[in-house]
Nanobody, 117 residues
Framework: VQLVESGGGLVQAGGSLRLACAAS????????MAWFRQAPGKQREVVAK????????DYTDSVKGRFTISRDSAKNTVFLQMNSLKPEDTAVYYC???????????WGQGTQVTVSS
């Protein structure tokens, strides 16, 4: 299984980015998929997740109302639309499947998001 994240970059506070995670070797439709982030000196945390059926979306409190997770099953790709970005959103963002609270597959390289104030 390979997960390839893209779409990160440098953006000013208040700006937007759309991240993409292309999966190969597994179907995202059969997995709960999640976006994680890891800021310098901090543990990796789940930011958003989408259920197997795509009917349930969950977000960590700090991004509710600003981030939206979605997926395109035909492209086997998961997206994270990030609006109203804040400097505290600066981190490397990763995607992975979730089983309970545990990530399933080997981590990809992630994509760096840097938000300037």
């Amino acid at each position: 299984v390979q997960l390839v994240e893209s779409g990160g970059g440098l953006v000013q506070a208040g700006g937007s980015l759309r991240l993409a995670c292309a999966a190969s070797g597994t179907s995202i439709s059969f997995n709960t998929m999640a976006w994680f982030r890891q800021a310098p000196g901090k543990q990796r945390e789940v930011v958003a997740k989408i259920s197997v059926g795509g009917f349930r979306l969950d977000y960590t409190d700090s991004v509710k109302g600003r981030f939206t997770i979605s997926r395109d099953s035909a492209k086997n790709t998961v997206f994270l639309q990030m609006n109203s970005l804040k400097p505290e959103d600066t981190a490397v963002y990763y995607c992975n499947a979730l089983r309970g609270d545990t990530s399933v597959y080997r981590w990809g390289q992630g994509t760096q998001v840097t938000v300037s104030s």
